[in-house]
């Protein structure tokens, strides 16, 4: 069946460094990836969007990759601040024409100071 | 410009009663899709309204049936309720109907829980 993985269920990076988040997609080829932050008690804020012929899109400190080959999205924030602490959700569209929206289970990043 | 909004924030019901929930789309938004987010788990898709009609459903049985009303705002209605209902219940607004192109506004979820 069709999956989104997210290899870590929790991520804790020292300020100042880069946090890397990864995504992990199985039985399909999704044609678009977003990324979206999420604080507790609240609803996911869209982040980022990259399409499956872009290799690399950037806003601000973050970026973010498209490998089809390795069927992966990696979710990078430079400089990292504890502001930035949250879980980040990817999501990927799982049936081309349904356009259903499939997200994984998160990676709740901590920001050490 | 308002953004997402959803009522109410809490709610508690028991197991076989029936619950409505409400979600009023960002300004300019024809398009409402509702979500289910389980604890420690990402969103599930439940369906999407476009234009007062459903476009898209997920996995969820027909217990869970929706509406939205001319002025794009949004119901879910879950009848018959199980204990695994209890989840936060997520409404985003795009102001078109395709999701993996367009960027979803999330509005701040109704908590549902289910004794």
């Known amino acids: 069946s069709q999956k989104i993985e997210q290899n870590s269920e929790a991520l804790n990076i020292q300020e100042g460094k880069t946090a890397t988040l990864t995504c992990n997609y199985t039985?399909?080829?999704?044609?678009?990836l977003q990324w979206y932050r999420q604080d507790p008690g609240r609803g996911p804020v869209f982040l980022l969007l990259?399409?499956?012929?872009?290799k690399e899109k950037r806003k601000e400190r973050l970026k973010v990759t498209f490998d089809t080959t390795l069927k992966q999205s990696l979710f990078h924030i430079t400089a990292s601040q504890p502001a930035d602490s949250a879980t980040y959700l990817c999501?990927?569209?799982?049936?081309?024409?349904?356009?259903?929206?499939?997200f994984g289970t998160g990676t709740r990043l901590t920001i050490i100071p | 410009e308002t953004g997402v909004t959803q009522s109410p924030t809490h709610l508690i019901k028991t197991r076989g009663q029936q619950v409505t929930l409400r979600c009023s789309s960002q300004?300019?938004?024809?398009?409402v899709s509702w979500y289910q987010q389980a604890l420690g788990q990402g969103p599930q898709f439940i369906f999407q309204?476009?234009?007062?009609?459903?476009?898209g459903r997920g996995n969820f049985p027909p217990r869970f049936s929706g509406l939205q009303f001319p002025n794009y705002s949004s119901e879910l209605n879950v009848n018959a309720l199980e204990l695994d209902d209890s989840a936060l219940y997520l409404c985003?607004?795009?102001?078109?109907?395709?999701?993996?192109?367009?960027?979803?506004?999330f509005g701040p979820g109704t908590r549902l829980t289910v004794l």
């Open positions: 985003a607004s795009s102001p078109s109907p395709g999701l993996a192109a367009v960027e979803q506004f």
């Open positions: 039985n399909y080829s999704p044609a678009y």
């Open positions: 990259i399409r499956e012929n872009e």
């Open positions: 999501a990927a569209i799982s049936n081309f024409g349904n356009e259903k929206l499939t």
């Open positions: 300004s300019g938004h024809n398009t």
């Open positions: 309204y476009y234009r007062e009609e459903e476009n």
